[in-house]
């Protein structure tokens, strides 16, 4: 334990950055704040130009010697890391809860596992990663996957480990190396994850972490000439501000955006389905990019759809994240709670129905929103464009298909949408004519990793995902090798 050092539940964490395998301390730190009960975590180093020049200079360095490790001692240590990640479920998921107030039991069972399966896929799709050499007039053509260098990786607080990682395995993977920036709110898994990945033997300055907010520590990374991959999962304004930053110095980037999704139900779908699919999209709060915030539904099973959800609704418990019974935790942040409760004020003024809550849910304390269905709003309403990021969505009704269609892509994002249909060929036809980077028919939330992820519009630009990953973290090279090769030309 040294002064650097805070404990959450046991569990301690290094409060400085990770740099060249060595922990960095800056002269200024910003408060840790816990959203469960305001209470200050710790002070964590806050980086600046200096902490990210020196990330980079680290990750630069680090980079040819990890670029010529073999395929498969990459893939090994990977698998250590996972290994690692395994060992630590409890750590991760209380210090994760601790800090961004999901679920426990759902980082215990669902997001730490699949940070560990995050290094353990990248590794094998590594291992497996090839494209067949080809002719022309004789002459061979070999594609290879190159490393591009240091990528710079910057990500939200809604789920930090598991979005962080699934950027930092492809990555690393590809042979790049690395620097981190996890979102001001949520810094600590990250830290932890450093402390992971050198027990595992990853060399110093192949991962390396910055922590501090964005315009600083964020903006010095992205603007950085030596930074040959910048990938992004946050806010569409932010989004603009990096893509600016990286058009300076031609930086190819990959952006994981905001969404608006829509849920279709069509009056064949199995009902009890429907809502439970749109019920669910109060998960973590509301704090999904995917979740499906507006609600289309056939007229003819509008009312019977809304009086079965608000039953639903009224049933979950919202709570404390920690305890196992828990539906719903609290929100991030005062100044997103702030921000939710504002959407529903301005869309209730415009003459919006809360059917179901509306207001903050101020017998918990803290920063809790009443699960919230709004009906009677406008298509072009605020509260029906907007990411709201909170639990709060939108009931609209269609009379056809067409409609249904036309209500669904009617927003600037294209993240995801969902169907609750009885219909195969309606699906298909629906399905067709959707701007959605996802879309789940009779289903929710159901990732493989080998698919392509990403969002149309302002959702999004480029995918991620299985050899799509690797297309974004490596230079590809093709090799045109004459019929007679070297050997004559010695
Ligand atoms: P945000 O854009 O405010 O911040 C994201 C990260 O960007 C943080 O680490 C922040 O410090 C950093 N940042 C801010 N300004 C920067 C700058 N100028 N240069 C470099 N970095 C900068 O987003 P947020 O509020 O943390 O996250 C919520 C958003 O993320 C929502 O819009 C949500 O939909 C989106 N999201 C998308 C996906 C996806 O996969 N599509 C997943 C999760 C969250």
Redesign the pocket.
């Known amino acids: 334990m040294t002064e650097h050092t805070l404990t959450v539940a046991g569990v301690a964490v290094d409060t400085r950055h990770w740099i060249g395998g060595r922990r960095v301390a800056s002269a200024e730190t910003f408060t840790d704040v816990s959203p469960l009960d305001g209470s200050a975590l710790g002070e964590i180093s806050r980086g600046t130009a200096t902490e990210a020049v020196a990330a980079v200079a680290a990750a630069k360095a680090a980079f040819p010697g990890w670029a010529a490790t073999p395929r498969a001692e990459r893939a090994r240590i990977l698998h250590a890391v996972a290994d690692g990640v395994e060992k630590r479920i409890e750590d991760l998921a209380i210090v994760e809860t601790h800090d961004n107030a999901a679920l426990l039991r759902s980082h215990r069972r669902g997001v730490m596992p699949r940070v560990a399966h995050n290094f353990r896929f990248f590794a094998d799709w590594l291992l497996k990663l090839d494209h067949e050499d080809f002719e022309t007039r004789g002459h061979t053509n070999h594609v290879s996957w190159d490393p591009a260098g240091p990528c710079v990786l910057?990500?939200?607080?809604?789920?930090p480990l598991m979005?962080a990682t699934w950027k930092i395995a492809p990555a690393l993977a590809a042979g790049n190396t690395v620097i981190l920036?996890?979102?001001?709110w949520t810094p600590l898994t990250a830290s932890l994850l450093a402390d992971i990945a050198a027990d595992a033997g990853l060399p110093a300055g192949v991962l390396n972490v910055v922590q501090g907010?964005?315009?600083e520590a964020?903006?010095a990374?992205?603007s950085h000439p030596d930074v040959r991959r910048i990938s992004?999962?946050?806010?569409?304004?932010?989004a603009k501000?990096?893509g600016a930053?990286s058009a300076a110095n031609l930086v190819p980037t990959s952006f994981?955006?905001?969404?608006k999704s829509p849920l279709l139900v069509f009056a064949d779908a199995d009902l009890d389905l429907a809502v439970d699919l749109a019920v669910e999209q109060y998960d973590n709060a509301g704090q999904v990019?995917l979740a499906a915030t507006r609600i289309l539904v056939e007229e003819s099973i509008a009312d019977e759809f809304t009086r079965r959800f608000a039953e639903k609704a009224a049933a979950l418990k919202q709570g404390d994240p920690r305890d196992e019974a828990t539906d719903l935790g609290p929100n991030i942040h005062p100044r997103q709670l702030e921000k939710i409760d504002g959407f529903v004020q301005r869309a209730i003024a415009a003459g919006a129905r809360a059917v179901v809550g509306g207001t903050p849910n101020t017998d918990l304390g803290g920063l809790y929103y009443r699960p919230t269905l709004l009906t009677d709003v406008a298509q072009d309403s605020e509260v029906v464009q907007e990411?709201v990021?909170g639990p709060v969505l939108t009931l609209q009704t269609f009379a056809t298909e067409r409609e249904a269609v036309a209500l669904a892509n009617d927003t600037r994002f294209g993240?995801a949408a969902t169907l609750a249909t009885g219909d195969h060929e309606r699906a298909e036809r629906v399905t067709a004519q959707l701007v959605a980077g996802t879309v789940w028919v009779n289903c929710f939330f159901v990732r493989d990793l080998q698919a392509p992820f990403g969002?149309s519009r302002q959702?999004?630009v480029g995918r991620e995902g299985g050899t799509w990953s690797f297309d974004f973290y490596c230079d590809l090279k093709n090799t045109v090798t004459a019929p007679k090769g070297w050997q004559d030309h010695g």
Do not use: H, M
Request: proline share 8%; glycine share 18%; with cysteine.
């Open positions: 910057i990500t939200p607080w809604n789920a979005l920036k996890p979102a001001e907010y964005g315009a964020g903006n990374l992205v992004f999962t946050g806010s569409v304004p932010t501000a990096i930053a994981e955006l905001g969404g990019c990411e990021f993240l969002g959702s999004g």
